[in-house]
């Protein structure tokens, strides 16, 4: 276990944010206020990490225990306290301990380390087919749309692992997968099969939805 362990509010959500993703959410628990203005005054991360269960009414909520530490960077708030912030994703963390707060979740949380590559040639010939599968994906989007963007890829194999991730159709369990792995090649070995699979049916009637039961052989959460 890391000796680094850092106290950080948890967000338990219905959706699963990955590193350096932009995301917009509607908070509608005027009690997170605080917290959220907190964060936004001292630029303190918060942990958004994937509901796992809870009761109907929406109490005593479980959370999946690896999320993604994530900036708040700026905040709407409207008069029923009710509020949207727009987040980027940070890091991942692992939550170690849940700590017990009156008006928010807060864990003791460490980072999740990406491991080395074993085979760096292995590793780069992976990068290089997830990316030229997913420059391919990108592509034949946008030539359906009126106008023309020009798309930066990231150089960075950790980096584009993610970005992929986070534009592939994927459902909770899928990404939540995806987010605990920690082996860049591990995470491209898993994608490219559906980039592959995304790039024959746009050919036909549009991107499918991928479900968490086509992970399965790489699904082991937390």
């Not at 959706?15 to 303190?44: A, G």
């Not at 708040?72 to 991942?92: P, T």
């Not at 780069?124 to 391919?136: G, V």
Request: charged share 25%; hydrophobic share 45%; with cysteine.
């Amino acid at each position: 276990m890391s000796q680094h362990l850092e106290k950080m509010p948890i967000l338990p959500l219905d959706m699963v944010v990955f590193p350096f993703s932009h995301n917009r959410i509607h908070i509608s628990d005027p009690m997170l206020r605080p917290v959220i203005d907190e964060c936004v005054r001292f630029e303190k991360p918060i942990a958004i990490v994937l509901i796992r269960t809870h009761n109907a009414d929406g109490s005593d909520i479980e959370p999946y225990l690896v999320g993604t530490a994530v900036q708040i960077e700026s905040v709407d708030h409207y008069e029923n306290g009710r509020m949207d912030i727009q987040i980027l994703g940070d890091r991942r963390i692992r939550i170690r301990e849940m700590l017990h707060s009156e008006s928010t979740m807060m864990g003791s949380v460490e980072p999740v380390v990406e491991a080395a590559a074993e085979d760096q040639m292995a590793a780069d010939a992976l990068f290089d087919t997830a990316r030229t599968e997913f420059e391919e994906l990108m592509k034949r989007l946008f030539a359906r749309q009126d106008f023309q963007i020009q798309v930066v890829f990231p150089t960075d194999p950790f980096v584009l692992s993610f970005t992929i991730a986070n534009l592939l159709p994927l459902d909770n369990l899928a990404k939540q997968s995806l987010l605990e792995m920690t082996n860049t090649s591990e995470r491209f070995r898993s994608m490219i099969p559906f980039l592959q699979t995304q790039n024959i049916n746009l050919n036909r009637q549009g991107l499918q939805r991928i479900v968490a039961q086509e992970f399965q052989e790489w699904i082991s959460l937390n």
